[in-house]
């Protein structure tokens, strides 16, 4: 049986810590996963192969001893509990949590309270292609293969399999009564001119909102007028449905510092037709003292705050089923969540660093070269043959040129079939030799007999063999 991250197995005075293989961890965080794609809507697959690559299996140290599987870093919102270790910088403070559980919510909860990642939540949970390149492009990770690196992890492990779970009637129901419990810490909901709206609460975001109340990310914006960069404030006015066209009071004026999107919020009036109704274009501010028109259409624009010059961008038809490969990065807020996702501005390579509150990815592709073998390039990154075998699903040992391997110097070592153990005890595997395990130590056949107490150098599969480095005198 195994616990949460490892095994302690007790040989005399031995004490073997077995390392966890890529089947176990997905045996064990699987669930995680999925109970997180129920409430967040991120694939089940996604965190899965974001939790394997980043802790190594769940082998690193801040995932065995921080229950951190993320690399999560502290950051000055952070009061809990705190690990430090090296990283781009020495000593570096990083989250420790209770509970591996805690890390996957919290995971989650990054992703959904940070603006740049908005709107990947209207995909659908079984979209991991999408969602993978939508985080590499919002900035998650520096690596330039993430987004291959992700999707090729979770087609080469199945775990796609994990986003079409569905919950038993028990989970469903606990989930609703949570959500419940979400929404009315909001407080309670009130109308302005007919429409439902809410406060938002310190610290929110527009995609937890959304998710809290059963709306599409881009309808939220669309509601209260918002572009793609505004950040959600405490005390705001979100409105949960459209805005009106008109209200019953006939005019507004102007006091100084208002904008006509406050305007607009004030009286849940759309803010287009304020502007056509006012005889403005987007960008133009009415001055303090004027008077807005609320009702009717007015014979004379109003004088401007500020007159600014504009341009209209005029963004590409596009059919609802379509995603824009090469086109203008925009604020506009479109039906067509893979729209959004590609007219949204990449983070930049050289601020990710400062946005970024995850230990930085571990893994990336190495691509086969003319002469090299698995055994060339173990040794260039210090990972065992067996290790990449595994991540990479090969059978043997053939490699062509061209080939793309996954490497993650995180994993050592992994195992076709049974967890080797490290230090202390292998397990025997097939084709392996008492000769073969004694090299791959640094050590002489004669050692583990004698360490083993063997009349004999012939080993078995399976066979348990306690490692020990002789004491150097």
């Given at each position: 049986?195994?616990?949460?991250?490892?095994v302690l197995a007790q040989t005399d005075s031995v004490v073997v810590v077995t390392k966890m293989t890529v089947v176990q961890y997905?045996?064990?965080?699987?669930?995680?996963?999925?109970?997180?794609?129920?409430?967040?809507?991120?694939?089940?697959?996604?965190?899965?192969?974001?939790?394997?690559?980043?802790?190594?299996?769940?082998?690193?140290?801040?995932?065995?001893?921080?229950?951190?599987?993320?690399?999560?870093?502290?950051?000055?919102?952070?009061?809990?509990?705190?690990?430090?270790?090296?990283?781009?910088?020495?000593?570096?403070?990083?989250?420790?949590?209770?509970?591996?559980?805690?890390?996957?919510?919290?995971?989650?909860?990054?992703?959904?309270?940070?603006?740049?990642?908005?709107?990947?939540?209207?995909?659908?949970?079984?979209?991991?292609?999408?969602?993978?390149?939508?985080?590499?492009?919002?900035?998650?990770?520096?690596?330039?293969?993430?987004?291959?690196?992700?999707?090729?992890?979770?087609?080469?492990?199945?775990?796609?399999?994990?986003?079409?779970?569905?919950?038993?009637?028990?989970?469903?129901?606990?989930?609703?009564?949570?959500?419940?419990?979400?929404?009315?810490?909001?407080?309670?909901?009130?109308?302005?001119?007919?429409?439902?709206?809410?406060?938002?609460?310190?610290?929110?975001?527009?995609?937890?909102?959304?998710?809290?109340?059963?709306?599409?990310?881009?309808?939220?914006?669309?509601?209260?007028?918002?572009?793609?960069?505004?950040?959600?404030?405490?005390?705001?006015?979100?409105?949960?449905?459209?805005?009106?066209?008109?209200?019953?009071?006939?005019?507004?004026?102007?006091?100084?510092?208002?904008?006509l999107f406050w305007i607009s919020q004030r009286y849940a009036i759309r803010l287009d037709k304020l502007l056509e109704r006012n005889?403005?274009?987007?960008?133009?501010?009415?001055?303090?003292?004027?008077?807005?028109?609320?009702?009717?259409?007015?014979?004379?624009?109003?004088?401007?705050?500020?007159?600014?010059?504009?341009?209209?961008?005029?963004?590409?038809?596009?059919?609802?089923?379509?995603?824009?490969?090469?086109?203008?990065?925009?604020?506009?807020?479109?039906?067509?969540?893979?729209?959004?996702?590609?007219?949204?501005?990449?983070?930049?390579?050289?601020?990710?660093?400062?946005?970024?509150?995850?230990?930085?990815?571990?893994?990336?592709?190495?691509?086969?070269?003319?002469?090299?073998?698995?055994?060339?390039?173990?040794?260039?990154?210090?990972?065992?043959?067996?290790?990449?075998?595994?991540?990479?699903?090969?059978?043997?040992?053939?490699?062509?040129?061209?080939?793309?391997?996954?490497?993650?110097?995180?994993?050592?070592?992994?195992?076709?079939?049974?967890?080797?153990?490290?230090?202390?005890?292998?397990?025997?595997?097939?084709?392996?030799?008492?000769?073969?395990?004694?090299?791959?130590?640094?050590?002489?056949?004669?050692?583990?007999?004698?360490?083993?107490?063997?009349?004999?150098?012939?080993?078995?599969?399976?066979?348990?063999?306690?490692?020990?480095?002789?004491?150097?005198?």
């Open positions: 049986m195994f616990s949460s991250l490892q997905i045996n064990q965080y699987s669930a995680f996963a999925v109970d997180e794609m129920y409430r967040s809507k991120i694939p089940a697959s996604i965190t899965l192969a974001q939790g394997i690559l980043e802790s190594g299996n769940g082998n690193s140290r801040l995932a065995r001893e921080a229950n951190n599987h993320f690399g999560i870093k502290c950051k000055n919102t952070w009061t809990g509990k705190t690990m430090y270790e090296d990283d781009d910088a020495p000593q570096e403070c990083f989250r420790k949590y209770d509970a591996a559980i805690d890390s996957y919510r919290d995971h989650s909860n990054f992703l959904m309270k940070n603006t740049r990642y908005a709107f990947l939540f209207d995909l659908e949970p079984t979209d991991y292609k999408s969602w993978a390149h939508g985080l590499k492009k919002a900035g998650y990770a520096t690596n330039p293969q993430y987004a291959d690196l992700l999707i090729t992890f979770i087609e080469r492990h199945k775990l796609d399999r994990f986003d079409g779970t569905k919950l038993s009637e028990e989970e469903d129901r606990e989930l609703k009564e949570e959500k419940a419990e979400i929404v009315k810490s909001y407080g309670k909901e009130f109308e302005n001119n007919g429409v439902p709206a809410i406060r938002a609460k310190k610290g929110e975001s527009f995609a937890q909102i959304a998710l809290d109340y059963d709306i599409k990310v881009y309808q939220l914006y669309r509601f209260n007028d918002l572009t793609k960069e505004i950040n959600c404030k405490e005390g705001d006015t979100i409105y949960l449905k459209a805005k009106k066209t008109k209200t019953d009071s006939l005019y507004h004026t102007v006091a100084v510092g208002q904008t005889l403005l274009k987007d960008g133009q501010e009415p001055a303090a003292g004027e008077q807005i028109y609320l009702r009717n259409k007015r014979d004379i624009a109003p004088k401007l705050f500020a007159p600014v010059s504009y341009e209209v961008v005029i963004a590409p038809p596009v059919k609802q089923d379509s995603v824009l490969i090469d086109t203008l990065y925009n604020q506009k807020v479109y039906d067509n969540v893979k729209v959004n996702i590609e007219t949204q501005k990449p983070v930049e390579t050289d601020v990710i660093d400062s946005l970024h509150e995850f230990k930085e990815n571990l893994s990336f592709f190495h691509t086969v070269q003319a002469g090299e073998t698995l055994y060339s390039i173990g040794k260039k990154y210090s990972v065992r043959v067996d290790a990449i075998q595994y991540i990479n699903l090969l059978d043997g040992q053939s490699i062509a040129v061209g080939q793309r391997l996954i490497i993650n110097p995180a994993i050592t070592s992994a195992d076709t079939k049974d967890p080797q153990s490290t230090p202390g005890l292998h397990i025997v595997r097939q084709g392996e030799t008492l000769f073969s395990i004694a090299k791959q130590y640094g050590l002489k056949t004669g050692d583990i007999m004698a360490t083993n107490d063997l009349s004999t150098d012939q080993v078995v599969i399976g066979q348990k063999l306690v490692i020990v480095k002789p004491v150097q005198k």
